[in-house]
């Protein structure tokens, strides 16, 4: 495998998939946008009249959007974002990815650093459901050939405390390389199944999980198989300042059984910042880290932006 592959490679490895396949924006990018809803609910036959609230919207008692999901009641504030983009709206985001990498083979140390840029894509399906596409590929070495993800979401709960939706994700490496004779190939990335999930501590702080607790192997499908502890704590600093920092407790592979990864053996590490002037745009950046015990080998800056219409 040349430099260039292992730096495209490394920057895969950095990506937290969660949004748009599980990226290091998973709390920006599982936001929710969407219709105004038709409000047209009919009055009851009893003394109250009452009003059925249209789909996919969130009361003033429950924090977040009030009224109907559209881009004027979307929330400035990431912590108070649903976590399923509401039905017909749409984000087109992309993160720009430095990767460096660092081997020492023999006393003789090689190192490369490449770009890479990924183009994603999130609407809003339906009351609950959204889905998402992204295109990733290495602009040095340019390589148009790169990985294709896809995401589905389906809202379970979204409340002020807590929100939380099913998620299922997979993707195409369209440059993979064939181990035989070195040809390329499109290498199956298998099945992400997961929960992406947000509790909120307080008002300003939140715990989250992006998804891809469960993954089903990749050209062996279904196996491997595996568990993944992916977590992470959010702060909002203001309404236009959001900070987080996430990491993985650790791997447990189900089969084929043995091979375990822990947090004490290799510990992964994704800290950034995102700045959102509007409810319609983000802008951030985040330093990543797949093993910090060897921080200064392989590494990468995650330079992020999103809009939302």
Known sequence: MTNSKLVVAAIAALSLTTYGAGRAYAQSDDEGTGDEGTGDGDATATGDAS???PENTMTPAEGGMAGACDINGYPQAVIDRPGVLCKSMLEVSADLGIAHLS??????TASSTG???DIGVRYGLAPKLDAAIDYGFSLHKFEIKGDLGVAVQYELQQADKMRLAARVD???DLNGVDATDGSSKVDFDGVGLGVNFQYKITPKVAVFSPGDQLTLGGSDFPKPVSINLP????LQANEKIWAWLDTSIGTINVSPSGNNQLISDATLLDLGAMFSPSNKLDVGAALQFPDVQHAGDVWAIDLHA????
Do not use: N
């Not at 081997?103 to 003789?108: F, T, Y």
């Not at 977590?231 to 959010?234: Q, S």
């Not at 999103?306 to 219409?309: D, E, K, L, V």
């Open 51 to 53: 009003v059925t609230p």
């Open 231 to 234: 977590v992470g704590i959010g």
């Open 103 to 108: 081997i020492s083979v023999g006393g003789v």
């Open 115 to 117: 770009e890479g840029l």
């Open 306 to 309: 999103a809009i939302r219409m």
């Open 170 to 172: 997979t993707g195409f």
